[in-house]
């Protein structure tokens, strides 16, 4: 888990892009703030953004409405981290997918998926990133396959694995929205349930939980 240090740090970060009007935060401030919802990146980047903002920010990806709900958040937890730990924190991983059409790609993952639009970025869209709870998807357009589809299909090559406490429920929400399968629900060797969808590009998310 996280420690407090580098959260701020984190909120830091997110204040010097502003700083260096790095036009990409423009689109993650609008998208979790609500009072910069209907501004453009151009009116975002010119606001008078300060670190208050900023940890406000990390607060409510974190699932928190304010930077104090968050501290004493943490207050109440167990660590077993402290600020003098010289080890680097990892504190968030977003898979890369590679698509042709972001429009269709974010109607997808939006419509069939249930996951949400954090931010498109370029003019017309070009990269984009999705979001359910804690899960995290940032969507690239390309104009031809990375990965051999023939190859992929063969091995299952994975794209994105993630991880919730019980598949089942889940994966009877996405054959009901008629996701494609390239895996229906089974229970693994090791215990785990999964199964495997495959978006229109034919990237393949794996989704597992607990077995029943």
Known sequence: MPNLENLRKQAKQYLR???DRHYPVAAQIRAVLPRYRDLTDAAVLASRFQLSDAQEMVARIRGFESWEALRKGFQTMPSTTTAADPRPILLQAEPQLFVRDIAASC???IGTLGFSLVFTYGEPPFYAQVARDGARLNLR?????VIDPAL???ETLLSAAITLEDAKPLFL???A???PMHQTLRTEPWGARSFIVADPDGNLILFAGKGG
């Open 17 to 19: 892009w502003h700083r």
């Open 107 to 109: 109607a997808f993952y």
């Open 141 to 145: 357009c390309v104009d031809a396959p």
């Open 152 to 154: 992929r299909e063969r």
């Open 173 to 175: 929400e996405y054959q």
């Open 177 to 179: 929205a008629g996701a």
